[in-house]
């Protein structure tokens, strides 16, 4: 079957640092992405990666391990509007079908002041 | 400005009615997808659709049809069959076939739908 993982809840404060981590078990894989969702509004993409490394963009950093099945999203200086759900997502063949995405239940990340 | 517009924002119905959400990309995108998204859950993907008139069940198709008459429409239609209707709908596109690469999904606003 498949499978993504990812805390449910984090929180942290304004300035730092954070790490939302995701584990996934699928049945192929085609990349991962990250998405950030505001509640009650659309997820927006935040990251892609296919390769194993760091991708690195501005604030937000994210890495990948496909041997580990693994990777995570790093968010530096955070700010009080980082306060959203993360979504972790893979790309799996499915039904025949390029492209489809699996995706975690999200990571609800709280920024304190 | 190009979009994905999902509407209405949202939408109430009495339990045995039919409903359609509308779903229009200004993409030109050939792919297009349903998620449904509960409390607590990842979005679980509901029906999907590679190019025009021809689509595929996700994972959650029981209770719900679609169309895809034109490359820019998608519509969703919640039936009564449809056990749990109430939740949070996102409609999303995407390029596909060998163009797809790091080609993210695009969400449109969502329709949160209330079913009593």
């Known amino acids: 079957g498949q499978n993504i993982d990812q805390p449910t809840e984090m929180t942290a404060t304004e300035g730092a640092i954070v790490q939302i981590n995701c584990t996934y078990q699928?049945?192929?894989?085609?990349?991962l992405f990250w998405y950030q969702q505001h509640a009650g509004e659309a997820p927006t993409f935040l990251s892609y990666?296919?390769?194993?490394g760091l991708e690195e963009k501005g604030r937000f950093s994210s890495f990948l391990s496909r041997s580990k099945g693994y990777s995570y999203l790093l968010l530096k200086e955070l700010q009080m509007k980082d306060s959203a759900s993360y979504l972790c997502a893979v790309r799996v063949n499915y039904g025949g079908s390029q492209g489809n995405l699996i995706f975690g239940k999200g990571t609800k990340l709280s920024v304190k002041p | 400005d190009g979009g994905i517009t999902q509407s209405p924002k949202y939408l109430f119905r009495k339990e045995g009615q039919n409903v359609t959400l509308s779903c229009e990309q200004n993409?030109?995108?050939?792919?297009m997808y349903w998620y449904r998204q509960d409390p607590g859950q990842g979005l679980r993907l509901i029906y999907y659709?590679?190019?025009?008139?021809?689509?595929q069940k996700g994972d959650i198709a029981e209770g719900y049809s679609v169309s895809r008459e034109k490359k820019e429409s998608f519509p969703l239609t919640v039936t009564s069959a449809q056990k749990n209707p109430t939740a949070f709908y996102l409609c999303a596109s995407s390029t596909s076939g060998i163009l797809l690469g790091n080609s993210p999904l695009h969400f449109g606003n969502g329709t949160r739908l209330t079913v009593t």
């Open positions: 699928t049945s192929g894989f085609n990349g």
């Open positions: 990666n296919v390769l194993d």
């Open positions: 659709s590679q190019i025009v008139n021809d689509f």
């Open positions: 993409l030109n995108h050939d792919a």
